[in-house]
T-cell receptor, first 116, second 111 residues
Framework: SQTIHQWPATLVQPVGSPLSLECTVE??????LYWYRQAAGRGLQLLFY??????ISSEVPQNLSASRPQDRQFILSSKKLLLSDSGFYLC???????????????FGEGSRLTVL | GDSVTQMEGPVTLSEEAFLTINCTYT??????LFWYVQYPGEGLQLLLK?????DKGSNKGFEATYRKETTSFHLEKGSVQVSDSAVYFC??????????FGAGTTVTVRA
């Protein structure tokens, strides 16, 4: 069966510090990978998605970046955090390809980031 | 692109009350439709889905019917429990890589 894990679960960082959130998927090959952000009291905002190694699509301009160094690894980074980066970050995967991708997303447990 | 509009919250109910959360979508074709649920402090998990018109998705006592004529996918449960307190997201998927989410509706059920 497939599993997805992301870490750390909770992070408190000062403004201007760097960020690295990691997500890994097991039990499937060549998944589509996603990073979402959920700000307090707000809906889900798609930040990045990736359909393959080294292929990253950015949905919103910001000081965050994403990388996919391996097939089932997706990393969210920042060189200098802002207060507005605080939120709940969710990694997700879906099956690759139009024939098999029903649109269903499988989410990780989430990472809560507080920037002070 | 696709967009999803769902009922604003928060919604507060008593146990055993009837719950409805409205959801409508805008899409060029006939998207697959989903309801996701997020319990406090957790990630999202799929609650139910429907992939074509008139399909009814159901799970844990919740139901939603894909209505093409009204472009809607309203979520209903006949008798809610305290454990149903969560944030509910409606979502639509067409033929690209992205799922479009509604803003989420926070539901609180009181004992």
């Amino acid at each position: 069966s497939q599993t997805i894990h992301q870490w750390p679960a909770t992070l408190v960082q000062p403004v201007g510090s760097p960020l690295s959130l990691e997500c890994t998927v097991e039990g499937t090959s060549n998944p589509n990978l996603y990073w979402y952000r959920q700000a307090a009291g707000r809906g889900l905002q798609l930040l990045f998605y990736s359909v393959g190694i080294g292929q990253i699509s950015s949905e919103v301009p910001q000081n965050l970046s994403a990388s996919r160094p391996q097939d089932r690894q997706f990393i969210l980074s920042s060189k200098k955090l802002l207060l507005s980066d605080s939120g709940f970050y969710l990694c997700a995967w879906s099956r690759f390809g139009r024939a098999t991708n029903t649109g269903e997303l499988f989410f990780g447990e989430g990472s809560r980031l507080t920037v002070l | 692109g696709d967009s999803v509009t769902q009922m604003e919250g928060p919604v507060t109910l008593s146990e055993e009350a009837f719950l409805t959360i409205n959801c409508t979508y805008t899409a060029t074709g006939y998207p697959s439709l989903f309801w996701y649920v997020q319990y406090p402090g957790e990630g999202l998990q799929l609650l139910l889905k429907a992939t074509k018109a008139d399909d009814k998705g159901s799970n844990k006592g919740f139901e939603a019917t894909y209505r093409k004529e009204t472009t809607s996918f309203h979520l209903e449960k006949g008798s809610v429990q305290v454990s149903d307190s969560a944030v509910y997201f409606c979502a639509a998927f067409s033929n690209d890589y992205k799922l479009s989410f509604g803003a989420g509706t926070t539901v609180t059920v009181r004992a």
